[in-house]
């Protein structure tokens, strides 16, 4: 059983920061990749951001310069540092990790329940 968990999200005045957190757990072996997604309500879900193995990242077009993706390959963790924060980032943010359980050879893709981010201007 693999477990991927969120934290971190809140209420925050426009221009303000948060740091949103994702910890992957259980009988994973390994992860080749972890990303965050966000949907609005009456929205899409939507890539945010995605960091590799080797520490390649890639932003939405909507975020590059104000969010920064990092992960830390031995505690199976991640951080998603969001900066000038607007009222339309507002959306739970979903962390997705790709890992191998131990009890196979094939990658599937986990995600976490979300947490909720609220901007108000």
């Known amino acids: 059983q693999v477990q991927v968990v969120e934290s971190g999200g809140g209420l925050v005045q426009a221009g303000g920061s948060l740091r949103l957190s994702c910890a992957a757990s259980g009988s994973i072996s390994s992860i080749n990749g972890m990303g965050w997604y966000r949907q609005a309500p009456g929205k899409q879900r939507e890539s945010v951001a995605s960091i590799t193995n080797g520490g390649t990242t890639n932003y939405a077009e909507s975020v590059k310069g104000r969010f920064t993706i990092s992960r830390e390959n031995a505690k199976n963790t991640g951080t998603l540092q969001m900066n000038s924060l607007k009222p339309e980032d507002t959306a739970v943010y979903y962390c997705?990790?790709?890992?191998?359980?131990?009890?196979?050879?094939?990658?599937?893709?986990?995600w976490g329940q979300g947490t909720q981010v609220t901007v108000s201007s």
């Open positions: 997705k990790v790709r890992g191998r359980p131990s009890v196979s050879w094939s990658y599937f893709d986990y």
